[in-house]
């Protein structure tokens, strides 16, 4: 292959990865579905392809469709241990994020309620609402009509809608300020003073340290601030399995303020928050160590703030 036309896929790749990462919620996933691409792009006969970029989300999106098709998609997310990988800020993957709409497509919440689309409906509001493609592309990136691709985004924005719990664009400042006093009261073991600071429909999901086979889900703010105080009480056991004892930084992962437990140089937990009209609406807690690979590698390389929490 010539360097012209490597140089045209690189020029793609990071749309690419965005595109793949908000269809399957994996990076790693994401990733071989654009090795993948570039594979199909070396092998095709390029003098024939008039719009590259057009050619490449095309044979991405259908990569994507595949796997999220797969007898072993269907299986793992089925069962109930499925989750989204989280990404630090600044992940080239996150892509774009000029608008709200781009911006809520890739939060953690969101990839998660996407789980109740079909492939296609997902594809087609993914399209939509965070590349902007017009209707008569994503028809024909789809293999669909244009009014199918109509009928696809609009039932997706019900859907989503319909059990969308939280996530606001109010003042990031006060924003922390709700994380950070949630955070103390968990540290502290006031647990009168979580329920306070959830909404009355707040949820948690979490991974149980991955060694769960089925995601843990509680939905009152009883039970939420009962996970929560437990998640954040300080044990020698968790100690071990942290590998030391952990300082708490406030980041963003995926557009959410979120809390990141951190041994030495290596992030062993993350919890992100939704926040919606003053209240913690959502939380995602991430501890598994494969779901954590990617935020892993960028947390090396990231200068963080000084931590909100020395040590455990």
């Not at 989750?83 to 994020?97: C, F, T």
């Not at 994380?179 to 429909?201: K, N, P, Q, W």
Request: net charge negative; aromatic share 6%.
């Amino acid at each position: 292959m010539d360097s012209a036309s490597i140089e045209r896929f690189e020029a793609s790749r990071d749309r690419l990865a965005s595109l793949a990462y908000r269809l399957l919620g994996s990076a790693a996933d994401a990733e071989d579905a654009v090795q993948d691409s570039f594979l199909r792009w070396q092998a095709a006969d390029r003098e024939r392809i008039e719009v590259p970029e057009a050619w490449l989300t095309k044979v991405v999106t259908h990569l994507c469709l595949d796997q999220l098709r797969s007898a072993h998609a269907r299986h793992e997310r089925a069962a109930g241990a499925w989750m989204p990988e989280p990404l630090l800020e600044g992940d080239p993957m996150l892509g774009p994020a000029e608008t709200f709409e781009q911006r809520e497509s890739v939060s953690l919440a969101v990839l998660t309620l996407m789980e109740r689309l079909s492939p296609t409906e997902r594809a087609a509001y993914v399209l939509r609402e965070a590349f902007s493609y017009p209707h008569a592309e994503i028809a024909g990136i789809l293999d669909i009509s244009e009014s199918a691709s109509q009928q696809h985004v609009h039932r997706a924005r019900i859907r989503v809608a319909a059990v969308r719990r939280g996530g606001d664009e109010g003042d990031p400042a006060a924003t922390r300020r709700i994380v950070e006093e949630f955070l103390a009261a968990a540290m502290s073991g006031r647990t009168e003073r979580l329920v306070a600071l959830l909404t009355d429909d707040a949820t948690a999901v979490s991974d149980g340290y991955g060694l769960a086979r089925r995601l843990l889900r509680y939905t009152t703010r009883e039970r939420v601030a009962s996970y929560v105080r437990a998640g954040f009480k300080p044990t020698e056991a968790k100690r071990r399995l942290a590998g030391g004892s952990p300082a708490f930084h406030i980041a963003l992962v995926n557009g959410s303020l979120s809390v990141l437990a951190v041994t030495g140089d290596r992030v062993v937990g993350a919890v992100a928050f939704e926040v919606s009209n003053g209240k913690v609406a959502s939380l995602y807690g991430i501890a598994a160590a494969d779901r954590l690979a990617r935020l892993n590698e960028a947390w090396r390389q990231h200068e963080p703030d000084a931590p909100v929490i020395p040590a455990w």
